[in-house]
């Protein structure tokens, strides 16, 4: 059977050819338009990258290579029949566009075992940072402590041909991927359990072992954290820690300062931060007005949330016009796992709540939750209870996404981004006489 970097290479010379065609024969016709209001606007809607991963619809929501998260939780292989897809099994589907067999998606866990071991001056590093340093600082910090180990620098530096690049993009992904579980560990146990660390459990797959080395074993935190690490590895291109990765890595950086740019970019909080001010706000909820307030209450909480000019955090999309699935399966997974948890019960109600009053609000340009919405109830529900914590975890699984994209965009040889930026006489002078 093939490896997963043989059958990756035989999808991209055929991939090449495709894009290859397609700009020869389309290269001049329109994608497209951009208005003032866009350019000014944060580039909502505006088609102007290329990103072969997944694809998001304003209404449906993602699609990795195809399947929505339904349907990737029905065919990826699980750690047993019928659990959570195990995200090796996404993985391979991101990089080649094909669903893998049992078989594939262990050989993916082997070969992320065998390249998980951490430098020790990773680790040293770790341990040196100021107590109170957020994780996501100290995320970003150990992805650039890796960044003397790339594959694809020195591979650079020794002359390699172009047409070779994605094959140490590849090897420094993986590198990555592999490292990031006990990285996320070490940070936790640092920052939460005295520094004492918890070792690799070599029996374990990529997100259980997470999940382990952070002190969580239960079936029912294993299951948790390979849906949740299987939801949050991509979204398009076009997001904040997406974007920021594929433009650094357009400058032919190597793999670890394009995902470092990333996380420093998922580290915002209306980005990635947002799952960490969720689980705050809803604290300030119940610390306000209990842990069972009436919709009444609820309601008047969310105005004064407004009105203090602030967001509700986990509401919301620049793309997305619908509930987002990667909410709704987080919301069946509670359902299924605790039901009668009260912080669940707050969530559900806030979805009753909460969307008739951004509508309310008249400028709100979807109601509906997103991803982060959810998550960090399930994670309490588990004992991960330091919110500060849960964007290293979307970090982690956002890496598998973003890196394969990192692969592929190499292998198809697309260039250093620039786009063109205009200043207001610039762009008064555009639109006259229109
Ligand atoms: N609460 C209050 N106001 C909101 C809001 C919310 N949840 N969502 C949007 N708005 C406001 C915007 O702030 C903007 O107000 P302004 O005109 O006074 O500046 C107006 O509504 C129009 O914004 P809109 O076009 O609907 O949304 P954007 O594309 O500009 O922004 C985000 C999208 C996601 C940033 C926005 O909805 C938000 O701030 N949500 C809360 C934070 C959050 O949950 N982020 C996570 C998103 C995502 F899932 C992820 O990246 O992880």
Request: aromatic share 8%; proline share 6%; with cysteine.
């Amino acid at each position: 059977a093939p490896s997963l970097k043989e059958a990756l290479a035989e999808k991209i010379l055929a991939e090449q050819e495709r894009v290859k065609a397609l700009k020869k024969e389309h290269g001049s016709k329109i994608l497209g338009q951009v208005t003032v209001e866009q350019a000014i606007g944060g580039m909502r809607g505006i088609p102007c990258m290329l990103w072969e991963t997944s694809l998001l619809d304003a209404d449906e929501g993602i699609r990795f290579r195809g399947y929505t998260i339904p349907e990737l939780q029905e065919k990826l292989p699980g750690a047993a029949p019928g659990g959570e897809p195990l995200p090796e099994g996404l993985l391979w589907l991101l990089l080649t566009g094909e669903v893998p067999t049992p078989a594939q998606v262990s050989s993916v866990t082997e070969e992320l075992r065998s390249r998980s071991a951490l430098p020790n001056h990773v680790k040293a590093l770790l341990g040196s940072l100021p107590a109170g340093t957020h994780p996501m600082t100290q995320l970003a910090q150990a992805v650039l402590g890796l960044q003397s180990g790339s594959k694809f620098a020195a591979a650079y530096d020794a002359g390699l041909h172009k047409s070779r690049y994605w094959e140490p993009v590849l090897e420094d992904s993986l590198d990555l991927i592999a490292k990031l579980p006990e990285i996320a560990a070490i940070i936790y146990r640092n920052a939460y359990a005295g520094g004492e660390l918890i070792a690799p459990d070599p029996a374990l797959d990529w997100a259980a072992n997470l999940s382990a080395m952070m002190g969580f074993r239960e079936h029912g935190a294993l299951e948790l954290m390979r849906l949740y690490q299987t939801i949050h590895t991509d979204h398009e291109g076009g997001n904040v820690s997406a974007h920021a990765t594929h433009l650094v890595g357009s400058a032919l950086s190597d793999p670890y300062l394009a995902f470092a740019a990333g996380m420093t970019g998922l580290a915002g909080p209306l980005h990635g931060l947002a799952n960490q001010e969720v689980l705050r706000w809803i604290q300030h909820v119940t610390r306000e007005i209990g842990e069972s307030p009436s919709k009444e209450q609820l309601r008047e909480f969310v105005w004064a949330t407004l009105k203090g000019g602030k967001v509700v955090p986990g509401f919301g999309h620049a793309v997305l016009r619908r509930t987002d699935p990667r909410y709704t399966c987080q919301r069946v997974f509670a359902q299924k796992h605790l039901p009668d948890y009260p912080m669940f019960k707050l969530v559900s109600d806030l979805y009753e709540v909460v969307p008739d009053i951004l509508t309310a609000t008249g400028k709100v340009k979807n109601p509906w939750p997103n991803v982060d919405a959810h998550s960090g109830v399930l994670l309490q529900y588990y004992g991960i209870t330091q919110e500060s914590f849960y964007t290293v975890l979307f970090g982690v699984s956002r890496a598998m996404g973003v890196l394969a994209q990192g692969v592929w965009s190499r292998a198809l040889g697309l260039p250093i981004e620039r786009p063109k930026s205009l200043t207001v006489d610039a762009m008064l002078d555009r639109v006259k006489g229109q």
